[in-house]
């Protein structure tokens, strides 16, 4: 059995962005396709306004007009031999409930291509994939995902596959959905630079699990869980003079037989004996009176345990003493 998605409990409120973020491999785009239903559950409950999602075809097509996926790879998430018009048409006929004219159908398209800014739609209505940038397909993704009026869009790594130059008008068109349509949005990515520029809040997974969570903007000026700390020093950074002193080692582990413990503990610079002897609880972030940030934050990690206090100043003592030798060498 391969431990994916474990003990993860996730909310998404109306008009707000929710960021999951991790490596790789570690359980981002399997919880978007169990949000959608294209993975089942092995345990857990999957609810929609509190109500209990059903798994027969009629609850199931039901579902897919109120939660969307939007794919990473806008070159093969469309049909090269159709049309713009074509794509956008199809879900209009499934999920509409009647029969459309053609006269609705076309206001229809063209309302569509407006939302996604894709004007003048006469210009991109008719017009193939291969005669369309990676920007304005990944619009077209997002647009047949609007077409069925959902209230959760689900956006597995929607920029990851565009060109740097094209990647600030996904996110932007994203944010202006968030707040004309108030869609609660998931957000895959591996960039937490672009979750803090985009998300509400952050979720941060590791081998299948959540390891931190909370605020956006505390996640990423405060990170508690060393793990956290690893992928924010990856991230560029224009104003960093040094390279980063937090490094970690060693490889993912198997999710086929994970490590016991903490997951992290074998890659982690500060880890403890009872790091590898028991899970850590998720415990909460002492809040600084910084005026950053004003939500929730916690981490799984033994070093926020009051009872390790001494450890952790041990710990992080050794880390920061070995990776001082490490650069001087």
Same mark, same amino acid.
């Given at each position: 059995?391969?431990?994916?998605?474990?003990?993860?409990?996730?909310?998404?409120?109306?008009?707000?962005?929710?960021?999951?973020?991790?490596?790789?491999?570690?359980?981002?785009?399997?919880?978007?396709?169990?949000?959608?239903?294209?993975?089942?559950?092995?345990?857990?409950?999957?609810?929609?306004?509190?109500?209990?999602?059903?798994?027969?075809?009629?609850?199931?097509?039901?579902?897919?007009?109120?939660?969307?996926?939007?794919?990473?790879?806008?070159?093969?998430?469309?049909?090269?031999?159709?049309?713009?018009?074509?794509?956008?048409?199809?879900?209009?006929?499934?999920?509409?409930?009647?029969?459309?004219?053609?006269? $609705? #159908?076309?206001? *229809?398209?063209?309302?569509?291509?407006?939302? /996604?800014?894709?004007?003048? %739609?006469?210009?991109?209505?008719? @017009?193939?994939?291969?005669?369309?940038?990676?920007?304005?397909?990944?619009?077209?993704?997002?647009?047949?995902?609007?077409?069925?009026?959902?209230?959760?869009?689900?956006?597995?790594?929607?920029?990851?596959?565009?060109?740097?130059?094209?990647?600030?008008?996904?996110?932007?068109?994203?944010? $202006? #959905?968030?707040? *004309?349509?108030?869609?609660?949005?998931?957000? /895959?990515?591996?960039?937490? %630079?672009?979750?803090?520029?985009? @998300?509400?809040?952050?979720?941060?997974?590791?081998?299948?699990?959540?390891?931190?969570?909370?605020?956006?903007?505390?996640?990423?000026?405060?990170?508690?869980?060393?793990?956290?700390?690893?992928?924010?020093?990856?991230?560029?950074?224009?104003?960093?003079?040094?390279?980063?002193?937090?490094?970690?080692?060693?490889?993912?582990?198997?999710?086929?037989?994970?490590?016991?413990?903490?997951?992290?503990?074998?890659?982690?610079?500060? @880890?403890?004996?009872?790091?590898?002897?028991?899970?850590?609880?998720?415990?909460?972030?002492?809040?600084?009176?910084?005026?950053?940030?004003?939500?929730?934050?916690?981490?799984?990690?033994?070093?926020?345990?009051?009872?390790?206090?001494?450890?952790?100043?041990?710990?992080?003592?050794?880390?920061?003493?070995?990776?001082?030798?490490?650069?001087?060498?």
């Amino acid at each position: 059995m391969v431990h994916a998605v474990e003990d993860v409990n996730l909310d998404l409120p109306r008009g707000t962005v929710t960021a999951v973020v991790g490596e790789s491999g570690s359980g981002k785009s399997t919880l978007a396709r169990l949000l959608t239903q294209l993975i089942t559950p092995t345990t857990g409950d999957l609810l929609l306004d509190g109500e209990p999602v059903r798994g027969d075809a009629k609850s199931r097509r039901a579902y897919t007009s109120r939660v969307h996926l939007v794919l990473q790879d806008p070159f093969s998430s469309l049909n090269s031999v159709h049309t713009v018009r074509y794509h956008l048409e199809r879900p209009l006929k499934l999920h509409a409930g009647r029969r459309l004219s053609r006269e $609705e #159908l076309d206001r *229809r398209v063209r309302e569509l291509l407006e939302r /996604v800014s894709l004007t003048p %739609a006469e210009n991109y209505i008719d @017009a193939y994939p291969h005669e369309l940038s990676g920007g304005q397909r990944q619009r077209v993704a997002i647009a047949r995902g609007l077409a069925v009026e959902p209230e959760v869009l689900l956006a597995d790594e929607p920029v990851s596959m565009l060109d740097v130059s094209i990647r600030l008008g996904v996110l932007n068109l994203l944010d $202006e #959905l968030r707040e *004309r349509e108030q869609l609660a949005i998931l957000y /895959v990515t591996h960039d937490i %630079a672009s979750a803090r520029y985009l @998300a509400d809040s952050i979720v941060v997974m590791y081998a299948g699990q959540i390891v931190e969570s909370g605020d956006a903007v505390q996640v990423t000026d405060r990170p508690a869980h060393p793990y956290t700390q690893l992928l924010l020093s990856a991230a560029p950074d224009p104003e960093r003079d040094a390279p980063p002193v937090l490094r970690g080692r060693g490889a993912p582990p198997s999710l086929v037989s994970p490590p016991t413990g903490c997951r992290f503990h074998p890659r982690c610079p500060f @880890a403890m004996p009872v790091c590898a002897e028991q899970a850590p609880p998720t415990l909460p972030i002492t809040p600084i009176d910084s005026g950053v940030g004003t939500g929730r934050q916690v981490a799984a990690c033994w070093l926020l345990d009051p009872e390790h206090n001494a450890q952790r100043e041990g710990a992080q003592n050794d880390g920061a003493q070995h990776d001082a030798n490490h650069l001087k060498d």
